[in-house]
């Protein structure tokens, strides 16, 4: 077992014995986004036109919530510093835990979309595009999540802090996402979102695990 | 261009729009200077302080 | 030969030695006057031709006037954004103090500058287009860049470790100036696809050669502000960060 499966295991099982924080993370995903037809009211057809934007938005919240997971815990009891230390490369360990986070925080929402989806009355069309743009989205989410949650391993206030810094970077992601689903919704060409959202997808695998790599180094030493 | 110092405030009835504008600049590139003189007298100050407790430490306290 | 070699040596030395704060710090104080004199000039002169010499608007009358600070504070908010990543960069490569501390200095004036592009196109929005806010992508690019500066000040107080800070931040920066390109595309991508707003506030009146020379100095003047605050900000903060050296005790200003 290499070092980058070795990592991805680890941290998933760490994950499985504690369920209810990977679960309120979803949890939080379904609610918020019941609350904005509570909040704007039922009309089916400004549902549809609001859900890619909600479905998104609550995405990138519930992604944020998770991130505080990826490095905080073993930063406190002392592995963090271990791993650096260690002969394997800290950026396939860093990617290993991005990659256990997205599975954990990211493909779960991509497989509840839908159903949140159905709720804001999406034609089938458009759960297809929702389901593709958030398979292709989550991961760049959970790879620039890391940049915020390395740069404030261990500051007071951290969490939100990382909040702010990183909802800038998400915007792109978002616009890109929301308007594939929208595209489909109205009936225009989405192929254009998804190759930015590819090309997107392909600068972050390429540059961020080294970046975040970078950034634990500097909190650490 | 202006044919009375009135008509130069009246800005062509956008007045209120252009002078809050250039004001808000004025304000802000006024106070900015002002805010990091503080900063910079305060920390003179405190390393006066300093200087002067290090001093009288150095003369034994007499 | 090895005379050419000596000179051309010691002249990049000299320049180097300013890199250590002990020497900056009096060099950036003689600057500082210079650059406030250029400042209020270039100011006097861009006021004069933006109020006295540019002409009417056929179509938005004396309203237009605001651009005379609109477009110079967009533009030296993202020109500052730049250079704050450039020297905090620096700062992390070459591993020195003066750098990251340029890069703070720097980074509240780039806030203000952001804001006031915001607030300024309010201004110029409300009686051009009946509203405070339209979501164009100029503007919403303003505010993203607004965060992103708050982000980088933020993320400098709350770290305790001065140089971890400094890292840091350095980080967050290049990682925004990367992206500052990608957002801008991507907020005028999101701006044509739902066409809401037909309305723009990058469509400026047509530009009289006055109008361009009155933008040009009042950017110029900002320009020099920037450098002048700058300077003045870093002298503070390389006080406050090497209060415990010997050549700061000597100084002048705080023996007396």
Known sequence: MNAFTAIVHRDLLLVMRRKSEVLTALFFFVIVTSLFPLGIGADT??????????????????????????????????????LVLSPNSFTVLVFGKIVAHWLVCGLPLVLLAPVIGIQFDLDVQSLKALMAALLLGTPVLSLLGSVGAALTLGVRGGSVLMSLLILPLYIPVLIFGAGAVYASNVGLDITGHFSLLGALLILALAFVPWVSASAVKIAIE | MWNSSAE??????????????????AVVFLLEPLTVRVRHQAIIRRLQREVLAEQFDQQGGK | MSNVNNLSSSHVMSWFKFSSPSAFYPLAGKMIPWFWALTIIFGAAGLWVSFFVAPVDAVQGQGYRIIFVHVPVSWMSMFIYVVMATWA??????NTRLSAMMAQALAPIGAWMAFLSLWTGAFWGKPMWGAWWVWDARLTSELILLFLYLGFIALQASIDNVRRADKAGAILALVGVVNVPIIYFSVKWWNTLHQGASVSLTKAPAMAQTMLWGMLLMALCLWMYSIAVGLMRVRAIILEREAHTDWVRQLNEVKH
């Open chain 3, 89 to 94: 960069g620096l700062g992390l490569i070459l």
């Open chain 1, 45 to 82: 057809a400004l549902l549809r036109k609001i859900a890619p934007g909600v479905i998104w938005v609550a995405a990138l919240l519930s992604t944020l919530l998770g991130l505080q997971r990826m490095f905080a815990a073993d930063y406190a009891d002392g592995t963090l510093e271990q």
């Open chain 2, 8 to 25: 130069f405030f009246a800005m062509g009835g956008y007045a209120l729009y252009v002078w809050c504008s250039f004001g808000a600049c």
